[in-house]
């Protein structure tokens, strides 16, 4: 419902974003690109044998390693969204491990979703005392809160799981991790697993493919994904399509302006970036659900990788849901020992590197024309001179695709305009 003042807060919105002449990807061509990643995935499965490129197997697992790192990304898109940079979100990931842990053995994995979304929530309301209310470098205090949250997820461990007699320890647990907990139900769509997978097995052209994947994102689906994904429309239409998300979106544009229409800036500040701890806590929980328990060193860089989620899909929600199942899909090549797979990639990656330098050259830019030609030229000839990868190069492909991608996509992102800014009440006055 349109009002006086959200008209007015909605102009001085748009009139700090800039972006008024910039076009934006409609439905259609999304739905293009995804096709066309589609088919290119499915020649490549042909071209190369890697099948399992495009299996059930690979892509199920795909789906499950994106959640966390999307959820991470969602949280790290609503405290920038309000003008709060977020580097904090691995060690808000570790909180909300830990406390899924610790309630989980006990009391089921529902409970344990629950406490790592309170753990991840109360690592945000730290976040926010320290930049909102004392003004601290963002930077700084995301660094300090992932360190804070590294020493006090070990030490809690040590004193809760690996004390001598607990009846924690008597359950299974250790220094290291949380006794185990039940498993949390999943979900397959009734009467198409089966044909998808008689369909998978032939190995037709783009007809296997797509069974294959619309079989791994249709049967032993956990209800938590099922969540996740709510979460993100949620997030659409609540920053999107309420006036609470026009006022949180104008505290990360101009907040001065905001303050002078009306809005409580720090109040939203505290909203949103206790949202984003609550999201990536919950990103937390998921991987200590999914493993069955805490362990030490289960993020491992989840958080980062989602804040480079939030980064590539431009701080909106449909942009970090495709980022996520991209470095989903690559985190998943390292679970499964994708060797050949990944070894597969590489001529894709080469492939899209030549399209790219053809794309810079039009535009005048040879050195980026060049560099990207010549990378393009090394993969093809390590592909054709080797059959796998190492592994070492496989378990750091998640981290690799990361850097391609936010390289690839520089040119394009806009950041909230004070995001990061210092802020302090008053400064309309």
Not at 231 to 238: A, E
Not at 241 to 251: E, H, V
Not at 335 to 343: C, I
Not at 390 to 404: G, H, M
């Amino acid at each position: 419902m349109s009002t006086p003042f959200t008209g007015a807060l909605a102009k001085a919105l748009r009139g700090g974003t800039g972006t008024t002449g910039r076009r934006r990807l409609s439905y259609p061509a999304v739905l293009l690109i995804i096709a066309g990643g589609i088919l290119l995935l499915s020649a490549l499965r042909a071209l190369t044998g890697a099948n399992d490129l495009t299996s059930s197997g690979q892509f199920g697992s795909a789906l499950a390693a994106a959640v966390p790192i999307g959820l991470a990304g969602l949280g790290g898109l609503w405290a920038e969204r309000s003008g709060v940079v977020n580097i904090g979100l691995e060690g808000m990931m570790m909180l909300g491990t830990f406390c899924a842990g610790w309630i989980g053995w006990q009391h089921g994995p529902w409970a344990a979703a629950l406490a790592g979304l309170i753990g991840g929530a109360l690592g945000g309301l730290v976040h926010a005392v320290a930049t909102v209310t004392f003004g601290a470098d963002h930077i700084i205090s995301g660094v300090a809160m992932n360190i804070l949250a590294l020493g006090t997820t070990q030490y809690l461990a040590k004193l809760w799981f690996g004390a001598e007699g607990s009846a924690a320890q008597k359950a299974g647990g250790n220094d290291k991790q949380s006794p185990v907990m039940e498993n949390m139900p999943d979900f397959s769509v009734p009467g198409v697993g089966g044909w998808l997978g008689s369909v998978e097995k032939h190995h037709w052209f783009l007809v296997s493919d797509l069974a294959g994947m619309l079989r791994g994102l249709v049967t032993n689906v956990s209800y938590l994904t099922i969540v996740a994904a709510l979460l993100f429309v949620v997030t659409f239409f609540v920053l999107w399509r309420s006036p609470f998300g026009l006022r949180l979106r104008s505290c990360g544009e101009s907040p001065v302006a905001a303050e002078s229409l009306g809005v409580n800036v720090y109040t939203y500040k505290y909203a949103a970036v206790i949202v984003s701890g609550a999201l990536a806590g919950l990103g937390g929980a998921f991987l200590a659900i999914g493993t069955h328990m805490y362990s030490d060193g289960q993020t491992g860089g989840r958080g980062y990788i989602g804040l480079a989620t939030m980064i590539s899909g431009n701080w909106r929600p449909g942009g970090v849901a495709m980022s996520a199942g991209l470095f989903g899909f690559m985190d998943s090549l390292q679970l499964r020992s994708g060797g050949p797979t990944v070894h597969a990639l590489l001529l894709l990656v080469a492939l899209l590197l030549i399209g790219f330098a053809l794309w810079r050259l039009r535009g005048g830019r040879r050195t980026a024309a060049l560099t990207g030609g010549a990378i393009a030229a090394v993969l093809i000839v390590w592909y054709g001179l080797t059959d796998a990868v190492p592994r070492e190069f496989v378990d750091a492909t998640p981290y690799v695709a990361t850097l391609l991608v936010l390289s690839v996509s520089a040119q394009r992102l806009r950041m909230p305009k004070a995001n990061g800014k210092p802020y302090r009440k008053g400064q309309a006055k």
